[in-house]
């Protein structure tokens, strides 16, 4: 059988998915305390709204947003707030964030549905949208966008399709995975309420062939219902927004444009979970599935983790690191970030930690000059040509990185990953994306 | 949480993996490739041609060495490319020459066309080529003197004779076919490289066997080669005969001079060609017109290097006229 896939470029490293990809999904205990960053979204920071000392639930507002994008942080236990610190994330950054403590002698105090409204799909789709945005929900795939300015198009930008992404084509990654298996309902459900606010017909689920076994349980799941569920062919960066609309519907977003421009929403798996939760049981984003996994780490697992919770304790939770581990990721191996700090909390778009063994892990390791193979060219899916941009760069000339269309570059690695002259090609368009204007 | 006492862990930009593909591993695995062909040139040409080839390769990795410590660089002779443009000029060589040529033309390959032009990566043109070049112009006569093919170890002076290019060119295609006995004779000997020529360049079938292992590695592609071979056999059929146009026999031209040593090894050069698929097909069908031209008007009886040289100036111009398309840039239908 053969599977659509996007035709432009893209690559094939290994998926080292079997580490994670048989272990049931499994509830980590709360923690005593949570860290939770009052930023953890594209857009404005928010402004918390507690003080120190204050008691808050599980599932209390103590962040609110300041502006149209951005999205509410919620408490993710029941205790007091001990402090406001900041602290380091994986992207370079120190942000904001509210320290919430469990007494020791406290018990769990969960959060728990006040409401179970199960005609959900007959609310106004202003209704939805509005509880979507009280939950606090952003794109759980890593990008973090919040999700009720996504599915708020412009009037002149109609939508006609929504895909939840179940591609999860980065390496090792198994989160999307398990929520497909083990919740197949809430997510179809999830992406019903979006095709009911977007006023859509046409839903689609797209993942990839290494999934056989969520893909027949999405298609149960889906059975009478308007949505199609689509099996692609295995390629990195197939879970990239503009690849998977051209994978599912040929459809191709214009240069600098947006998935709407084409008439697209495109939701992550995780996404479509919690919008589910939050439309039925108002449960805001205060925990997720987080892979954690990679040849570094003891005993790889999925984990339901509270927002917040440090890494630390997630990779204590799969039996500490090996002797060999040589680099901690969040996210996956191909976009993903480096921690320099496992004190470093669980966010909403922390979809994986992975734990690279030394020998696989790549460094600021000496490169080469570009022997122009091309090998950039044929892997970009973008249909860019990385070798410019990484000279362009390398020599200062900035103006002429953006002549090559530096901003069409969304970083996905193929281009570093094929190079065998091994040059940091991604931290070139990195840097040149910083000393231009768009 | 640590990672063992001063296992610190690694913090760097994505992405966090990379292929095991590099750039030393290419350099020698093309070389390693070309094995066949030097095989079968040492086979019709006896133990001059190993001579001839190791002059190269010492010459340029000396080349090498000498120009990058007295620049100060890294020494990078264990990277294949020196030795890689080292054996490509051998096989680009007559088996008849005294030990000086091979040497300064090594000299002019690495430490003038390479290295002075700032090394791996930012040569304009083919070193080997250049190399080969510079011979033929200096000394004219030993470069196209060309050994007769026997399967010959005694290292005894071999007589010497025309390549069929050659005789082509000054004699015409029914002298080749004398020479040969019979157009199918001609041809099977064009294949398995029982003929006059650069040692290297003879064996057709040793050199595909090469170009086919990089083919499937994905080492190189079709694109420039196949542009390459096209456009001579087409140019060959159209201008290359007695009786007025679409007379010519292509199969003879395709079959003989460097062409495939050209087209699978030195054309598809990275460093030296162009980068897009459509700037690929553009610079082999570039080499084969100007091959086809040279050979059928020019002076000499073969033009694949020079063809290969000129459109090596062309590099950059093709690279920035023939960019990719952007995705998402077509125009609405």
């Known amino acids: 059988m053969s599977f659509t896939t996007f035709p432009l470029g893209g690559i094939h490293p290994p998926e080292r998915k079997e580490l994670a990809s048989a272990v049931s999904i499994e509830v980590m205990p709360q923690p005593q305390r949570v860290v939770i960053p009052l930023s953890q979204h594209i857009g404005a920071p928010c402004k918390a709204s507690v003080e120190v000392g204050q008691e808050v639930k599980a599932g209390e507002v103590i962040g609110t947003p300041e502006g149209f994008v951005s999205a509410p942080v919620h408490a993710s236990i029941t205790g007091k707030v001990t402090a406001f610190t900041s602290v380091l994330?994986?992207?370079?950054?120190m942000v904001q964030a509210v320290v919430v403590e469990r007494a020791a002698n406290r018990p769990d105090e969960a959060w728990q549905p006040a409401e179970d409204d199960k005609d959900y799909l007959k609310r106004s789709p202003d209704e939805l949208k509005g509880r979507i945005k009280a939950a606090g929900i952003v794109g759980m795939g890593g990008a973090t966008?919040?999700?009720?300015?996504?599915?708020?198009p412009p009037k002149e930008k109609p939508i006609d399709a929504v895909i939840i992404n179940g591609a999860e084509c980065e390496p090792y990654l198994t989160a999307d995975h398990r929520v497909m298996l083990e919740y197949p309902e809430s997510v179809i459900e999830g992406l019903k309420i979006l095709m009911a606010i977007l006023g859509v017909t046409k839903g689609y689920v797209g993942i990839e062939s290494n999934k056989p076994d969520a893909i027949t349980k999405m298609l149960e799941a889906a059975k009478g219902s308007n949505i199609e569920v689509r099996t692609l062919q295995i390629k990195y960066p197939q879970g990239a927004e503009k690849m998977l609309i051209k994978s599912i519907l040929s459809r191709e977003v214009p240069a600098g444009g947006l998935p709407m421009d084409v008439g697209v929403v495109v939701q992550n798996v995780g996404t479509a979970n919690a919008v589910y939760e939050a439309?039925?049981?108002?449960?805001?984003?205060?925990?997720r599935v987080v892979s954690v996994t990679g040849g570094g780490i003891k005993s790889p697992k999925n984990?339901?983790?509270?927002?917040?919770?440090?890494?630390?304790?997630?990779?204590?939770?799969c039996g500490g690191l090996k002797p060999t581990a040589g680099k901690i990721i969040s996210g996956g191996p191909m976009m993903g970030f480096a921690f320099y700090d496992l004190n470093t909390p669980v966010i909403k778009g922390t979809s994986g930690i992975v734990?690279?063994?030394q020998k696989d892990a790549t460094g600021s390791d000496k490169f080469y000059n570009c022997i122009r193979c091309g090998r950039c060219v044929d892997a970009c899916p973008m249909g860019l040509m990385p070798l410019m941009l990484s000279l362009f760069s390398e020599k200062g000339h900035y103006?002429?990185?953006?002549d090559y269309h530096l901003f069409d570059c969304f970083e996905c690695g193929s281009c570093t990953y094929v190079c065998p002259a091994k040059r940091p090609i991604v931290q070139q368009i990195k840097l040149a994306k910083t000393q231009v204007k768009p | 949480m640590e990672a063992g006492k001063e296992n610190k862990l690694i913090v760097s930009v994505s992405p966090h993996i990379k292929s095991s593909e590099s750039v030393d591993k290419i350099m020698w695995t093309v070389t390693a490739t070309l094995l066949p062909t030097f095989v079968m040139g040492v086979y019709y040409f006896g133990p001059k041609a190993v001579i001839v080839t190791l002059l190269c390769i010492i010459g340029s990795l000396l080349s090498e060495y000498f120009v990058q410590k007295l620049a100060g660089k890294d020494i990078s002779l264990k990277d294949g490319s020196a030795v890689l443009t080292g054996l490509l000029l051998g096989m680009n060589m007559p088996s008849t020459l005294p030990f000086y040529i091979p040497l300064l033309s090594s000299f002019v390959a690495v430490a003038i066309t390479k290295q002075l032009f700032g090394g791996l990566g930012y040569n304009v043109f083919n070193p080997a080529l250049m190399g080969r070049a510079f011979a033929l112009i200096t000394w004219p006569r030993a470069m196209t003197t060309w050994a007769q093919p026997i399967a010959n170890f005694t290292g005894m002076d071999a007589k010497t004779t025309a390549t069929p290019l050659g005789i082509l060119k000054e004699q015409g295609l029914d002298k080749l076919l004398e020479v040969f006995g019979s157009k199918m004779h001609l041809y099977s000997e064009l294949?398995?490289?029982?003929?006059?020529?650069?040692l290297g360049e003879t064996s057709v079938i040793a050199i595909l066997i090469g170009a086919a292992f990089l083919l499937l590695r994905g080492y190189i592609t079709l694109r420039i080669p196949a542009a390459f071979l096209a456009s001579v056999a087409a140019g060959a059929w159209v201008f290359g005969g007695k009786q007025g146009i679409f007379t010519g026999d292509p199969l003879?031209?395709?079959l003989s001079g460097g062409l495939m040593l050209g087209a699978f090894y030195m054309a598809t050069d990275y460093v030296t060609c162009p980068t897009t698929k459509k700037g690929q097909m553009l610079f082999g069908a570039g080499c084969g017109l100007l091959t086809i031209l040279i050979r059928l008007k020019a002076g000499y009886p073969e033009g694949v290097m020079f063809s290969i040289l000129i459109m090596n100036c062309f590099t950059p111009l093709i690279d920035r006229g023939f960019r990719t398309e952007v995705f998402g840039a077509k125009k609405k239908a």
């Open chain 1, 145 to 152: 966008f919040p999700t009720h300015v996504k599915i708020s």
């Open chain 1, 303 to 317: 984990l339901k983790v509270k927002v917040g919770t440090p890494v630390s304790q997630l990779i204590e939770t």
């Open chain 1, 355 to 357: 734990v690279l063994e």
């Open chain 1, 279 to 287: 439309c039925r049981y108002g449960k805001p984003l205060i925990e």
């Open chain 1, 89 to 93: 994330m994986p992207i370079g950054r």
């Open chain 1, 399 to 402: 103006a002429d990185a953006k």
């Open chain 2, 252 to 254: 003879v031209h395709v």
């Open chain 2, 191 to 198: 294949l398995l490289g029982h003929r006059a020529g650069s």
